[in-house]
């Protein structure tokens, strides 16, 4: 089990941005693909993006092209999910997913 500490997220309103990080001590995190999937209440979790590990995007789900951005940074062992243009259909909980493990999830409430 790979831990994986992720930050950021909370209440924005619509429109606006919010940036989620997630990070490793994995020595190994530059050679694998890491995701970002959320979960809104009473819908099953989701793949919303992911990276390669030299950071070409893998997928970015339809709803969210356009508006959010995977990046990651190999020397800090940490992926990070920007996310701009927020809807209220994006609140839900973000989890980063990295070799088979999940992150501890972030809030993100998008509402006025």
């Known amino acids: 089990q790979v831990q994986l500490v992720e930050s950021g997220g909370g209440l924005v309103q619509p429109g606006g941005s919010l940036s989620l990080s997630c990070a490793t001590s994995?020595?190994?995190?530059?050679?694998?693909?890491v995701a970002w999937y959320r979960q809104a209440p009473g819908k099953q979790r989701e793949l919303v993006t992911s990276?390669?590990?030299?950071?070409?995007?893998?997928y970015i789900a339809d709803s969210v092209k356009g508006r959010f951005t995977i990046s990651r940074d190999n020397a800090k062992n940490t992926a990070y999910l920007q996310m701009h243009s927020l809807k209220p259909e994006d609140t839900a909980v973000y989890y980063c997913?990295?070799?088979?493990?999940w992150g501890q999830g972030t809030q993100v409430t998008v509402s006025s």
């Open positions: 990276v390669t590990g030299t950071g070409n995007i893998a």
């Open positions: 994995e020595n190994i995190f530059r050679f694998n693909a």
């Open positions: 997913k990295y070799r088979g493990s």
